[in-house]
């Protein structure tokens, strides 16, 4: 049976606008979405990144609720943010890697002829909100066009998936001086601040698609200063440029809520703070979590994410309830009110949670699927499944060959670092979530790696 979590209509809009009828609903929020790229779990100073200095993403978690279980829909940067924008799986859209990828010639696996850019036929999520009456902007790292840069990537930018306006900004090259916002960092920032004050009477959902922390590893020497003088960073297994990026970062989160409250837009406005995949382990620890971007283990998918919306979510809360970035997509547009049952969507709705329910959301199993290899990871094909504490993930390269160890199980509950396989200690386990893996990438038509001829 297909999954399908869209909890749209009178029965879910019951507990957030009692019995209105439909000219009587109020007015929904603005919607600001803050993506970084790149960062991990713990390298943030609310979630437990102490050589992190962020001030303000952790004020805005003091504000409203924060997530100790999201997690990215993929571990790269692509497949993520088509699954936020399109509300679908990765493996349904066959868009399960960045762009074009990397050949792997000594591989021995073939990997599948994947999506390469996000449809125009997909009603995205900007599409949505605009038929709704959002205005919408895209200011950042887009990486779901046909090619990164123009003219090839025109045709399927932001501004013909649903975006009224939009900058696209690149990740540093060779010829970018460290000096002057290489990351454009304040230049997403100061277009998203002039958005905001264009569009204070507006309903607006604004797209901030940051390139920061993704590498090259670069910022002002000013910066970088601060942190290499303070052992803190090397205590943490933390490169001092990493933490000056996210130091930016953080200022440029700041001024955008200044903005928001400079204008009195504070109260009727819901923040988002996400990420796309987990951090590069190379350049900071994921502690407590393994491995990092690229990797099915958690320090690749396990993100922050953030909310705030004064009034509707409280203060301060926390919760340990699942959600992945395909969830967003049907939470957004309950909160727009905007309809979507004629959509095939793969999330589920969480305004109930965001609004207080007390009691817990229906469990799910969340799933990925990566039948490539990474070569900036060292990560090879597999999939992975976690339902409740448990976590499966199959390695399709030792499954394909018939080799030992193509299935490793993990106890989250206990083990958060995947340090102990219980596959063999725990067989009725394994085979149930591995049977629910295989039913979903079936449901989804994933695509498989085959073995190379």
Wanted: aromatic share 10%; net charge negative; charged share 25%.
């Amino acid at each position: 049976m297909q999954m399908r979590w869209i909890w749209i209509g009178c029965v879910a809009f019951l507990g957030f606008m009692g019995c209105h009828s439909p000219e009587e609903l109020p007015k929904p929020p603005n919607i600001v979405f803050i993506l970084a790229d790149d960062l991990g779990w713990s390298q943030l100073g609310c979630y437990g990144g102490a050589a992190y200095r962020t001030p303000n993403i952790d004020q805005l978690a003091a504000e409203g609720i924060r997530f100790t279980q999201a997690y990215a829909a993929a571990a790269v940067c692509s497949p993520t943010r088509a699954a936020i924008m399109s509300g679908q799986h990765p493996a349904r859209l066959h868009l399960t890697d960045f762009l074009k990828g990397e050949a792997f010639p000594d591989s021995l696996l073939e990997q599948p002829d994947w999506q390469k850019f996000l449809p125009l036929e997909v009603q995205t999520l900007a599409e949505t909100l605009r038929q709704s009456g959002y205005r919408t902007a895209h200011f950042g790292k887009w990486h779901l066009s046909k090619e990164k840069r123009p003219p090839g990537s025109t045709s399927h930018n932001p501004l013909q998936q649903g975006f009224d306006e939009q900058l696209i900004t690149y990740k540093p090259g060779a010829e970018t001086n460290a000096e002057d916002d290489p990351h454009n960092v304040d230049t997403i920032t100061t277009r998203a601040m002039e958005f905001l004050r264009r569009n204070r009477d507006s309903t607006f959902f604004l797209y901030l698609s940051h390139n920061a922390i993704h590498d090259p590893v670069m910022e002002s020497a000013e910066r970088v200063q601060r942190f290499a003088r303070d052992s803190t960073q090397e205590r943490h297994g933390v490169d001092p440029v990493i933490a000056a990026i996210t130091e930016r970062l953080d200022d440029g989160v700041g001024k955008v809520l200044r903005t928001l409250d400079d204008l009195g837009l504070e109260e009727e406005t819901l923040v988002i703070f996400y990420s796309d995949n987990g951090g590069k382990s190379t350049y900071a620890d994921q502690a407590p979590f393994r491995a990092g971007k690229g990797w099915l283990y958690e320090g690749g998918i396990r993100v922050p994410l953030i909310l705030r919306w004064p009034g509707k979510i409280a203060e301060g809360s926390m919760t340990e309830e699942f959600m992945t970035s395909v969830d967003l997509y049907p939470t957004l547009a309950a909160i727009a009110q905007a309809p979507v049952d004629h959509l095939e969507l793969d999330g589920k709705n969480l305004l109930p949670l965001l609004k207080g329910a007390t009691d817990r959301l229906e469990s799910r199993p969340l799933f990925w699927h990566y039948p490539h290899y990474h070569r900036g990871s060292g990560m090879r094909p597999a999939s992975a499944v976690r339902s409740g504490r448990y976590k499966l993930i199959e390695w399709h390269q030792r499954a394909l060959l018939g080799q030992a160890g193509a299935l490793e199980l993990y106890d989250l509950g206990h083990d958060p670092g995947e340090s102990y396989n219980l596959a063999d200690s725990l067989p009725e386990i394994k085979d149930q979530l591995y049977n629910k893996l295989k039913n979903w990438r079936t449901e989804v038509d994933a695509q498989m790696p085959s073995v190379r001829k």
